[in-house]
């Protein structure tokens, strides 16, 4: 089965109302062209300078960072992408304002809720998600848009599970709070080994690589 028939499966069997974010990761862009072709719109990427290649050989779409970001990387980042997914900390919100208020950009963002607690991972931890919303909500220049989740990487999907309940438990109680300049529209989990579970406590946002690309080859 190859890029367009996956793709093509994929976005048959899940909610309409689900975006697909295409992990581009590694991927060549003959492939990504392909899945644009087979009609994804959103593509993510998890490196600035990756990116900008494929861009120059693709040009228009939807383009998500999905990696962590950087600052030294932020002049590029806001230039290049529509969405930074992986937002998490004061440093970095106010780095992507500062940088985006030089070019008249107002960036949308996810802040990445690090659900797991894992020291080795980026991401803010649940208890200080409603402190980072409140200060970045400040700034003039980033529109927070969500939430993002990758919790404990496993083998079984189910062990995802409670992650994403209490990724979505902290979105809907942050969203009750109505914060001037904080929409909540997007609750981003689940990738391709636990995408079903994710939906099924609530992502509206799923990244996909593998389920459409199949294995990488490196």
């Known amino acids: 089965m190859n890029i367009v028939d996956n ?44 990116a900008r290649k494929v861009q120059q050989e693709l040009g228009n779409g939807t383009w998500h960072l999905i990696g962590h970001l950087q600052r030294n990387k932020v ?57 980072l919303i409140r200060e970045t909500a400040l700034l003039q220049n980033i529109k927070i848009m969500g939430l993002m989740t990758m919790g404990p990487l496993s083998g079984n999907p189910e062990s995802a599970r409670p992650y994403f309940i209490e990724t979505r438990k902290i979105f809907n109680e942050i969203k009750a709070l109505n914060i001037p300049n904080v929409e909540l529209q997007y609750l981003s989990m689940g990738m391709t080994n636990s995408y079903k579970v994710a939906i099924e406590e609530g992502s509206n946002m799923i990244r996909l690589g593998t389920a459409i690309f199949g294995e990488r080859k490196s």
């Open 7 to 50: 793709y093509n499966r994929l976005r048959s069997s899940i909610p309409k109302y689900v975006k697909i974010v295409v992990a581009a990761k590694t991927r060549t862009i003959d492939e990504i062209r392909e899945v644009i072709f087979a009609g994804a719109s959103i593509i993510g990427e998890n490196y600035v300078q990756e």
């Open 75 to 131: 002049k590029d980042a806001v230039k290049i992408f529509d969405m930074i997914g992986t937002v998490d900390s004061i440093a970095l919100v106010k780095e992507i304002d500062t940088r985006c208020a030089s070019i008249g950009k107002i960036m949308p963002v996810l802040i990445e809720i690090n659900s797991g607690s894992e020291p080795q991972k980026s991401g803010v931890l649940p208890e200080n998600t409603l402190p």
